[in-house]
């Protein structure tokens, strides 16, 4: 496959539907035909492929001016640019005739977006198993995406698969306003984020199930996280309660609509436990609900499923945060880094 980072332009020349699903992590959509000529022109080539071409090509040469006069023209003569389609076929040679007769360096994917695909998949069962991962296990609301978050800032190679995923990994856990990527374009994300590590360094990593939200993680990046070094991370109640707080204000503010997203559990947690939820949310009491919710359901069901990932998790080393705010994570993270990294780099 292509070295993409080499390149000043990638330009996917599919309809802004086919992008949206997935595309090459930097590519810029400017496609050859929209959603509706795409789909006129599909329909018109069941009948009469002859007028279908031409009324594909007139669209694409008013597009391709447009895209030309909005963008390309921002890119010297000596830009490297990259084009695809969904096979590479016509959308992305009309795109190369053209650029290549401004005089522009052009190259095609060979097979398109479909041989991108391909190739990603074949990645995802190789490139993560290159890496050695620190876990950082423990109980909804403490805390580790912000420690996670802190790492990161402090230089660590942090790999966070919920902000990849949109999705914080629970029932309640999609991010209000925001749409959880295509499986495909999750890969995407993913791989261009392991291509970006340093295998010589570890990798930090949250503890995750196999699906987040809508998507799932490979099974060659699980069986690799569930052998690598794991610690066990946990926070006082009243931290934990105030992070949910704050980090799901959406339902602080409508204790209806977490009720709504939790009673697919009713049959698991029983009728008497599920009507306390409901009582204390109809009285807006959010804090003593997410508590009961922490201590009923979510740390119970947890527990269970890190014994079943991480056996070993008992023996891990642990770490009580005293305080979840950003300020407060920033010298835990720095510790961190000197207790875990400096041994291996000294090596």
Request: with cysteine; hydrophobic share 35%; charged share 25%.
């Amino acid at each position: 496959m292509y070295d993409f980072k080499s390149y000043d332009l990638i330009i996917d020349a599919r309809s802004p539907r086919e992008f949206d699903e997935d595309h090459i992590p930097g590519a810029v959509n400017l496609p050859v035909v929209d959603n509706a000529e795409f789909a006129e022109v599909g329909t018109l080539h069941r009948s009469n492929p002859l007028a279908a071409y031409q009324l594909g090509a007139r669209y694409s040469l008013q597009n391709i001016s447009r895209h030309i006069e909005t963008h390309v023209s921002k890119y010297g003569g000596k830009s490297r640019i990259l084009v695809y389609c969904f096979r590479g076929g016509k959308r992305s040679k009309v795109w190369q005739d053209v650029l290549e007769t401004i005089g522009y360096r052009v190259e095609r994917v060979k097979g398109g977006w479909k041989a991108y695909r391909r190739w990603v998949n074949e990645q995802l069962t190789v490139v993560p198993a290159r890496f050695n991962y620190i876990i950082l296990s423990g109980p909804t609301g403490c805390g580790k995406t912000r420690l996670l978050t802190a790492l990161q800032e402090n230089g660590a190679q942090v790999l966070d698969l919920e902000g990849l995923a949109t999705h914080r990994g629970s029932i309640i856990g999609a991010v209000p306003g925001k749409p959880q990527p295509t499986q495909k374009l999750f890969d995407s994300m993913l791989l261009e984020r392991l291509e970006s590590f340093d295998a010589a360094r570890p990798v930090w990593v949250e503890s995750e199930s196999k699906k987040i939200g809508q998507v799932q993680l490979p099974d060659a990046l699980l069986q690799t996280m569930r052998s690598g070094m794991t610690i066990a991370v946990d926070a006082p109640m009243a931290q934990r309660v105030q992070l949910l707080r704050e980090d799901y204000a959406h339902f602080e503010e409508d204790p209806e609509s977490l009720i709504e997203r939790l009673r697919f559990l009713r049959p698991l947690v029983g009728g008497d436990e599920f009507e306390q939820w409901e009582s204390l949310a109809s009285q807006k009491k959010v804090p003593e609900l997410f508590e009961r919710l922490m201590r009923h359901h979510y740390d119970p069901t947890y527990r269970r499923s890190i014994l079943r990932n991480y056996p070993d998790i008992d023996a891990s080393p642990k770490i009580m945060l005293e305080g979840l705010s950003m300020t407060a994570l920033q010298p835990v993270a720095q510790e961190l880094i000197a207790r875990m990294e400096q041994p291996a780099a000294q090596t």
